[in-house]
């Protein structure tokens, strides 16, 4: 497709079950960044992807939240044995070769809206 | 550290009144700046952009932002408002000289547009 994609885009499950979100990227976009929006609120910045590495983990909450990015492209967003306050909309970016002195903007997926029980 | 701040939670204009969002920012070295709107259960969605050059940047759906850098702001504007403008603003910030890019959010500000 065109934009960025993620899937589910919705997800109720249980408090203490293991999920997974995923972002397919728009193609050709070398740099990922997944963050949270709880409901109504600005955006929390949680990692950030230039191909399959993470230089920046700076805004995982615990370890229980995890991300990789395999073949530079999809990512996937994993939160272990949630809690009711990891319910949030989470949503993905991508933008064209970022960096210094890149002007690109980052483009987002419309979200997974994550309901912990 | 960069900051970005959205004074208004909230902003209510009449159909066909001017619409203005503010945005005022903190950067080290030269800033780019960043509008993007959000309708509900949706991503956000990218409306403009100020590198370097013309003040005055026009973008989509007829909005436009003025770069104020002694004022360090970047307000959004519209000459005419719409009710489908009804959504929610963020104004974003990077350092140019930043390694990767960082965006930095602001709060976002909430437009509502009555008829």
């Known amino acids: 497709g065109a934009g960025v994609s993620q899937s589910p885009s919705n997800k109720v499950t249980e408090k203490g079950k293991d999920v997974e979100l995923r972002c397919d990227p728009i193609?050709?976009?070398?740099?990922l960044y997944w963050y949270r929006q709880s409901l109504g609120q600005g955006l929390e910045f949680l990692i950030y992807?230039?191909?399959?590495?993470?230089?920046?983990k700076s805004g995982l909450p615990s370890d229980r939240f995890s991300a990789e990015r395999t073949g530079g492209s999809v990512s996937t967003l994993t939160i272990q044995r949630t809690q009711q306050e990891d319910s949030a909309v989470y949503l993905c970016?991508?933008?064209?070769?970022?960096?210094?002195?890149?002007?690109?903007?980052?483009?987002f997926g419309d979200g997974t809206r994550l309901s912990i029980l | 550290a960069q900051s970005v701040a959205q004074p208004e939670d909230q902003v209510n204009v009449a159909e066909g009144n001017p619409l203005t969002v503010k945005c005022t920012y903190s950067v080290s070295g030269n800033p780019y700046l960043f509008w993007y709107v959000q309708y509900p259960n949706r991503g956000l969605q990218f409306l403009l952009k100020y590198i370097t050059g013309d003040n005055l940047v026009k973008g989509s759906y007829g909005f436009e932002a003025e770069f104020n850098k002694s004022q360090t702001s970047f307000h959004l504007k519209k000459p005419s408002a719409l009710v489908s403008d009804s959504a929610l603003y963020f104004c974003a910030v990077r350092d140019a000289t930043d390694s990767w890019g960082k965006l930095q959010f602001g709060a976002g500000t909430q437009v509502v547009v009555t008829p």
């Open positions: 193609s050709g976009h070398t740099a």
């Open positions: 992807f230039q191909g399959n590495s993470a230089p920046d």
């Open positions: 970016a991508s933008s064209f070769m970022p960096g210094q002195g890149s002007n690109q903007p980052q483009h």
